[in-house]
């Protein structure tokens, strides 16, 4: 009873204004309000840069948004999140990104980023356990969050099976 729909999370607020979906799943660097919807927020994750576990950035704890001027991204599309929190975040120092690369899915970006192709801007939450790659946190006063939220609209008034694969998403923790 459920017809998902993938597109990146900058089309899933189109798709449920335009009434294409009833119920989106997204992330964005700000929380989402708007009245119209029943919003929910599923997870919070700072953006952190991820480099191959031997680059001599892998000893750093925390660096400064500065210190990403001279490093070689993999990136995605410009419409997907992650790469649109990158340059915001080098928008605030008046820089942009060297961007070398750009990855069709996360996974490749990852993979990159292992062979020591480049580094990657990505929420801290999508690189749990990942092996071969070291992940560094950027300053206190300089982070940037990915908020994951689920918005319904208000109008949608779903049946028992919807409502039931709702509630999972909605408790859904990865």
Same mark, same amino acid.
């Given at each position: 009873?459920?017809?998902? *729909? $993938?597109?990146?999370?900058? +089309?899933?607020?189109? #798709? ?5 979906v009833?119920?989106?799943v #997204?992330?964005?660097?700000?929380? /989402?309000?708007?009245?119209?919807? $029943?919003l929910? @927020?599923?997870?919070i *994750? ?12 892998a000893?750093?704890?925390? %660096? ?8 070689? =991204? ?7 999140? *992650? *790469? ?7 928008? @605030?120092?008046? =820089? ?8 069709? @899915? ?9 062979? !020591? ?11 749990? !356990?990942?092996? !071969?790659?070291?992940?560094?946190? /950027? ?6 969050? +990915?908020y ?7 109008? =949608?008034?779903?049946?028992? #099976?919807?409502?039931? !694969?709702?509630? %999972?998403?909605?408790? =859904?923790?990865?």
């Open positions: 009873m459920l017809n998902p *729909t $993938f597109v990146p999370s900058s +089309s899933a607020l189109e #798709y449920l204004s335009a009434g294409k009833d119920v989106a #997204y992330s964005w660097n700000v929380p /989402f309000n708007d009245p119209k919807y $029943f929910r @927020t599923l997870q *994750t700072d953006f952190v840069l991820i480099v191959k576990s031997d680059s001599p950035l000893n750093e704890d925390n %660096i400064s948004i500065n210190r990403l001027r001279d490093l070689e =991204f993999i990136a995605r599309d410009h419409k997907y999140l *992650t *790469t649109e929190a990158l340059m915001e975040t080098c928008r @605030t120092e008046d =820089f942009q990104p060297n961007i070398i690369y750009m990855a069709n @899915t996360l996974e490749l970006m990852i993979s990159l980023v292992q062979r !020591g192709m480049g580094v990657a801007f990505i929420p801290e939450s999508r690189i749990k !356990g990942i092996s !071969g790659i070291a992940i560094i946190h /950027f300053n206190e006063s300089q982070r940037m969050h +990915s994951s939220q689920i918005a319904m609209r208000k109008s =949608f008034i779903p049946n028992k #099976y919807q409502r039931k !694969g709702i509630d %999972i998403l909605s408790n =859904f923790r990865k």
